[in-house]
């Protein structure tokens, strides 16, 4: 099946720092990947849209300066949270789109990246 | 009310008996139903999608939704210890594959 990879998988940073995380598909193409966050017993919510080569797409109450996302190859999104604080820490997990997927069963999650801002 | 519940747990069953996971929704415009597997510290794997009301089997998974009541269902037959985990639904409409999910049920199979 389709991979996607996240990298760093666990980081940990000082608070005021920011961190970039990537988010690959290893043997597909993707020009939608998806950001979302997801906090200990709660469930994943969609952070942003990341279409290739366009701005990416927030959902409401999500910052656009603060966390800032570039896709700018079909295989690539990078999310990078800046000036990160202690309640920035979560679970980030990407999820793309296969570009020549035929139905949503086409959409693959990556493993997860751990933020730990102290 | 949000827009998809789903009972957090957690759920603890003994290897071989039939798990129902459950999920309610509020939103009748939602067209596409799934469920995601999630192993601590991993990402959402997909177990199974459908878009129409009634059952859908494979193997020994079988989704099920009502789109009357606005509700869906797993059922998992002979469960094994390798099924423990978090199984979230998600349910989305559109092409853009925008999903809203529910909290995660944890599962617990004892052997």
């Known amino acids: 099946g389709a991979v996607v990879s996240q990298h760093p998988s666990r980081v940990i940073c000082k608070s005021g720092t920011s961190v970039k995380i990537e988010c690959r598909s290893l043997d597909f193409q993707a020009t939608t990947m998806f950001w979302y966050r997801q906090f200990p017993k709660q469930s994943l919510m969609l952070m942003a849209t990341s279409n290739e080569g366009s701005k990416a797409t927030y959902e409401q109450g999500v910052e656009k300066d603060k966390f800032l996302i570039n896709h700018a190859s079909l295989t690539l999104s990078t999310l990078t949270v800046t000036s990160a604080h202690p309640e920035d820490s979560s679970f980030y997990i990407c999820s793309a789109l296969d570009r020549f997927g035929q139905g949503i069963n086409e959409q693959f999650f990556g493993p997860g990246t751990r933020l730990t801002v102290l | 009310q949000k827009e998809v519940e789903q009972d957090p747990g957690p759920l603890s069953v003994p290897e071989g008996a039939i798990v129902s996971l459950n999920c309610t929704y509020s939103?009748?415009?939602?067209?596409?139903f799934m469920w995601y597997r999630q192993y601590s510290r991993k990402g959402p794997e997909l177990l199974m999608y459908?878009?129409?009301?009634g059952n859908k089997e494979d193997g020994r998974f079988t989704a099920q939704v009502d789109k009357s009541s606005k509700y869906i269902s797993l059922f998992i037959r002979d469960s094994q210890p390798s099924d423990s985990a978090t199984y979230l639904c998600a349910m989305g409409r559109g092409s853009q594959g925008n999903l809203i999910f529910g909290k995660g049920t944890k599962l617990s199979v004892k052997p």
């Open positions: 939103n009748s415009a939602f067209q596409y």
């Open positions: 459908t878009y129409s009301s």
